[in-house]
């Protein structure tokens, strides 16, 4: 089963930085276990949704000729849950190239997932740019960018 974590996105500027949300609904079917009669967001999930947001920040920079892989995850840290209900606010940024760090073509990012302004998680994650067509067929992907960005003519 494939989880789409982006239901919306707010903002974004190419090569840098893209904003978006995660509405936790008491339907999604991982809430079922985690856990019996007290559903949280699985935190995993919440580093997932990061990463998505930022595989759309790559394909709409690279006019979808690249989705961003992650390789490691570098940093993170989870403050509260995220529970059914909640408006998970997302943001991604990409991190400046450290000098002392060859890392070749590995990016960096920084993200962060906040309900009504309090800290769900903070993490900073590596990973490269892959062919978009391997994964994706672009022009379908192009096209749920617009659903989610909310440009698309209807």
């Known amino acids: 089963m494939r989880y789409l974590l982006i239901d919306h996105i707010t903002e974004w500027k190419s090569g840098e930085l893209i904003k978006g949300v995660k509405n936790v609904a008491m339907s999604e079917d991982f809430l079922e276990f985690h856990f019996p009669k007290n559903p949280i967001m699985p935190g995993v999930m919440l580093l997932e949704a990061l990463t998505q947001l930022t595989g759309w920040l790559e394909a709409a920079s690279s006019d979808f000729k690249s989705w961003f892989l ?6 993170s ?8 209900g909640d408006q998970v ?20 990012y920084r993200g962060t997932g906040l309900v009504k302004g309090k800290k769900k ?4 994650f590596e990973g490269k740019a892959v062919p978009f067509e391997e994964i994706e067929d672009p022009d379908e992907q192009r096209r749920f960018f617009q659903v989610l960005t909310r440009t698309v003519k209807m």
């Open 70 to 75: 992650i390789s490691k995850v570098l940093k």
């Open 77 to 84: 840290n989870f403050y509260s849950f995220a529970l059914p």
């Open 121 to 124: 998680i903070v993490a900073e």
């Open 89 to 108: 606010e997302l943001e991604v940024r990409l991190l400046p190239p450290q000098p002392s760090l060859d890392r070749g073509e590995t990016r960096i």
